[in-house]
């Protein structure tokens, strides 16, 4: 299935989040980066280059900027291990107040789902909204390692935002 037959969950274009994520976990936080242009830039363009994942201690490869149908190959590090996390971009959105992207796991991926980066303004405020889907990978041992995987997965939303906001130019 390619990125446009699956189409996007997570809708990064859309302000608003309606999509239900049956059968998923829906998780969706908005956090704010900074304000003034400075940021807005800044964070725009390091969100379209996977700045968003590789200041949070990822891999990305290749690292180029984020298209849609690319499929990368994401790499965690937990414990000083390599976990590998293959996905496909399904949606990028490059406007002039909303920057930002959708990728869904691909076979082989620890779990199942979509997760989203948006960077967009609220007037001078610079703010960054996550969101994700996400399910039990099908395959062992993910499939049984979900519990871990969900701890996991809210210790890197929490780098997400530092990443971004911890290093925006003031």
């Known amino acids: 299935m390619t ?9 990064p274009g859309d302000p608003v989040w309606r999509e239900e994520g049956r059968g998923f ?8 980066l900074g304000a003034g242009d400075d940021v807005w830039h800044w964070a725009a363009a390091e969100v379209l280059r996977w700045g968003v994942k590789t200041r949070s201690g990822f891999s990305v490869t290749p690292t ?3 298209t849609p149908g690319s499929r990368p190959i994401i790499l965690a590090h937990p414990f000083g291990l390599s976990i590998r996390e293959p996905v496909e971009v399904v949606d990028v959105v490059d406007e002039t107040d909303r920057v930002g992207f959708a990728y869904r796991t691909l076979a082989g991926h620890p779990v199942s789902g ?3 980066f948006i960077v967009h303004r609220d007037r001078d405020t610079i703010l960054l909204t996550i969101r994700s889907l996400t399910r039990p990978a099908s395959s062992l041992p993910w ?3 979900f519990p871990v995987l969900l701890v996991a997965q809210s210790v890197a939303r929490r780098r997400y935002t530092r990443a971004l906001r911890h290093r925006a130019p003031r």
């Open 114 to 116: 979509e997760e989203a």
């Open 3 to 11: 990125g446009a037959e699956w189409g996007s969950m997570t809708h």
């Open 25 to 32: 976990r829906r998780w969706e936080r908005t956090a704010v």
């Open 143 to 145: 499939r049984l390692l």
């Open 64 to 66: 180029t900027e984020v």
